[in-house]
């Protein structure tokens, strides 16, 4: 189950948007780490719920209402490239190609 | 008087009393950050503001409207967003981001009159057991002699910042044992609340269903006044527990009739340093008036498995937003598409480790491998905490190793399942939830630190610190780094 390949670290990574080019070094690393994990296929765990939360306690809802939030200038305060209160992307639509 | 040797109960005290001032005590901590660079505790010491603050808080006392942690100086770990000031959670990714807003539990602090003195070091996104995985560096162990031990991990920084005197009290946060570890390896005492007591709000997120804000402190009765005043409902924070909070730990003087459970499984996973620091707790805790029951966690073999799935699925989750878009580092040429802006980006921005646990998590996650991964260790996570309910009802704390060892070298361990084995004593309680605090106990053969850590039923935290101020008062653990003058 856990044999991992190149391949695989290379969907996973494409998955992940993380450019890699140590694909050989983490295939022994990430299968060890899969290894590890993968003892917990010796339980039986049919019939028993899954834990989404630990929360104990009540959570109540806060009511739904109109707020002020950060401002314009705060939200671009950290933004890599900005310009007009705008974030800049590369072009994402190309001229020509078909997407 | 060497005022940084003040604990902050202590040091609150002679403030009251107008015996010190805010400023004297602050300055000389500011003095030993200075002096101590070498330990690498902090990514950003705050010096101007910590000063500027300080002589507010004796401008309080001068009016007597002092409020109730009024200047206090905290170290605080670089996860928690603070306004206006440089917030890296120890990423390259992050080196430069500075936060528009606070996180409630540093807001609820400073609003108390505590004073922020810097952001302490880290493993990066809080993901590391020895604060290796610093893009800044790793802290230093202050017990280290010959050769630079680890402080252990994720907050490292803020474990290292108290043991060493460079702050009384810091925050740290604990998703599988961060406060509890650090704290065992450093020799002084780390407590975890309930999920839900401390708002995330503010908090960079790792792994949203275990991460919880916690304290570090080297006396039990320096962690109560900061539970009371950041603990509480959050309406920024949906997991947020509503339960109200107890104002301060229960007014007991002796454990007796307390039944105090010792799980076979970890008495069968402890090295034998840790195994008789085990057993000289559980003599204490006895000589104490507490009655010891035999107890059986059966599944905490398979907690390790279970967390090192789910925390890496929910920062697979977490850790997308960091796109290099909306803030956080960029690094791509002017011809990249989108796609490779976020792929370069990413690449340049984390570590090794967050970079495996991202892959992880996305595996785990992917089409194919969800039931067989991550929904099963779902499942296992509900038979760990079935598991802590069934021992509950028959004892009310139990008794656990806080690490898997004493501190250990910096640089000696590559290996990550090596690395996440640290935490096979922590990582059960913050599956199911649980409060726990670690406090240290003895020193090792080698001379080192070693912490036990009390788990408790949810939101039983007086209890918890109530019973391990008793604990604490009866192991008698004074001993301190070997550069700390403690006169």
């Given at each position: 189950m856990n044999n991992i390949t190149a391949d695989t670290v290379r969907h996973i990574a494409k998955l992940a948007r993380i450019k890699i080019n140590d694909e050989e070094k983490l295939v022994p690393e990430l299968s060890a780490i899969l290894g590890f994990v993968g003892q917990l296929q010796e339980l039986n765990t049919d019939d028993i719920p899954p834990m989404t939360t630990p929360a104990a306690g009540k959570t109540p809802l806060r009511p739904d209402t109109v707020a002020a939030d950060a401002s314009t200038q705060d939200i671009l305060r950290n933004a890599p490239k900005q310009q007009d209160s705008l974030f800049v992307v590369p072009k994402i639509i190309g001229d020509n190609e078909p997407q | 008087m060497n005022l940084s040797n003040l604990t902050a109960a202590q040091g609150l005290d002679l403030l009251r009393r107008k015996n010190i001032s805010a400023a004297e005590w602050t300055d000389s901590l500011l003095a030993n950050i200075g002096n101590s660079q070498?330990?690498?505790?902090?990514?950003?010491?705050d010096e101007e503001n910590a000063r500027r603050q300080s002589r507010l808080a004796d401008a309080a006392y001068a009016d007597n409207t002092?409020?109730?942690?009024?200047?206090l100086p905290v170290a605080v770990k670089d996860i928690f967003c603070t306004k206006d000031l440089k917030t890296t959670a120890a990423s390259d990714i992050l080196k430069n981001f500075v936060p528009t807003y606070d996180s409630t539990v540093t807001l609820r602090l400073q609003r108390a009159g505590a004073v922020i003195l810097g952001k302490t070091n880290m493993d990066e996104f809080a993901m590391g057991s020895s604060n290796e995985n610093s893009a800044f560096g790793p802290a230093r162990n202050p017990w280290s002699r010959d050769i630079p031990l680890s402080p252990g991990g994720s907050s490292g920084g803020s474990a290292v910042a108290v043991a060493a005197r460079l702050a009384p009290v810091a925050l740290g946060t604990d998703t599988g044992g961060s406060v509890r570890q650090p704290a065992s390896l450093c020799g002084v005492v780390g407590f975890k609340p309930t999920y839900g007591r401390l708002s995330r709000f503010g908090v960079i997120a790792f792994a949203s269903s275990l991460d919880q804000p916690g304290f570090i402190a080297r006396t039990v009765d320096d962690i109560a006044p900061l539970f009371a005043v950041a603990a509480g409902h959050d309406p920024l924070d949906s997991t947020s527990a509503a339960q109200e909070v107890p104002a301060r730990p229960e007014n007991i003087s002796t454990l007796n009739g307390l039944r105090v459970a010792l799980p076979e499984e970890f008495t069968d996973n402890a090295a034998p340093q840790i195994l008789s620091a085990y057993e000289k707790g559980a003599e204490i805790l006895r000589q104490c008036g507490a009655e010891i029951i035999d107890a059986s966690l059966p599944h905490t073999d398979y907690a390790l498995a279970a967390y090192y799935i789910i925390a890496p699925a929910e920062a697979s989750a977490n850790l997308a937003r960091y796109d290099g878009v909306r803030y956080g580092e960029r690094a791509a040429d002017e011809n990249a598409s989108l796609d490779e802006l976020y792929e370069a980006s990413r690449a340049a921005g984390f570590g090794d480790e967050v970079k495996r646990r991202i892959l992880i998590g996305a595996y785990v996650l992917s089409a194919g491998y969800y039931d067989a991964y991550y929904n099963r260790a779902r499942k296992v996570r509900t038979l760990v905490a079935r598991d802590f309910q069934n021992v509950f009802e028959g004892a009310d704390l139990i008794l656990a190793p806080a690490a898997a060892s004493d501190a250990f070298p910096i640089g000696e361990r590559a290996d990550p399942t090596w690395m996440y084995q640290q935490d096979i004593f922590t990582v059960p309680a913050s599956l199911a939830g649980l409060p726990a605090i670690s406090l240290p106990v003895m020193l090792s053969e080698n001379g080192l630190p070693v912490g036990l850590q009390l788990i408790a039923p949810h939101f039983a935290e007086a209890r918890l610190l109530a019973c391990a101020k008793i604990f604490e008062d009866a192991a008698a653990f004074t001993a301190a780094p070997p550069a700390v003058d403690t006169e």
């Open positions: - | 070498s330990l690498n505790a902090f990514i950003t010491p002092p409020r109730p942690l009024e200047g």
